[in-house]
């Protein structure tokens, strides 16, 4: 029966399996942080949806635009200016001459349309103004412009 002092090689053992437990915690700990923050997947606050657009002229007092692809988009979220004013979804009549903006509801989704036009035959804009679609990040970041489009001659 061995009674004495314990060997030297068994010291070594309690410190590897403390140093072990830490870095297994403290990932744990990171991961649970990472996921609550950013929420279980999804995506990142302020990034901006991926999608694709076209835009349809008929004359100067028509526009259609219509979800081609990309992700679902919130309703709430979206904005269409031409040149800085806003057409959609409440648009600047007196600016734009537009008399009505329907066809998107949430979840605007690839194969929607939406309809800019002008009952009374009054160009909604003029050759060379800037249309676009802007994206309204709805935790509060930056707007960004999902695609744009200038109006023909």
């Not at 009674?3 to 410190?15: H, K, V």
């Not at 990472?34 to 991926?50: D, I, L, R």
Request: proline letters at 7%.
């Amino acid at each position: 029966m061995h009674t004495g002092a314990l060997d030297s090689g068994d010291r070594g053992a309690s410190p590897v399996v403390g140093i072990i437990l830490l870095v297994a915690i403290t990932v744990i700990l990171a991961s649970v942080v990472g996921t609550y923050a950013f929420g279980s997947g999804g995506q990142v606050p302020g990034e901006p949806p991926q999608t694709s657009f076209s835009f349809d002229y008929d004359e100067q007092t028509n526009l259609t635009i219509s979800h081609n692809g990309g992700e679902n988009l919130d309703n709430d979220t979206i904005e269409v200016r031409i040149d800085r004013t806003e057409a959609y979804p409440e648009p600047d009549t007196a600016a734009t001459n537009i008399t009505d903006a329907s066809g998107w509801s949430t979840p605007i989704s690839s194969g929607d349309d939406l309809e800019l036009y002008n009952d009374s035959g009054e160009p909604i804009a003029k050759g060379g103004d800037t249309v676009r679609i802007v994206w309204l990040d709805p935790s509060g970041g930056a707007s960004n412009t999902l695609d744009e489009d200038e109006w023909p001659n």
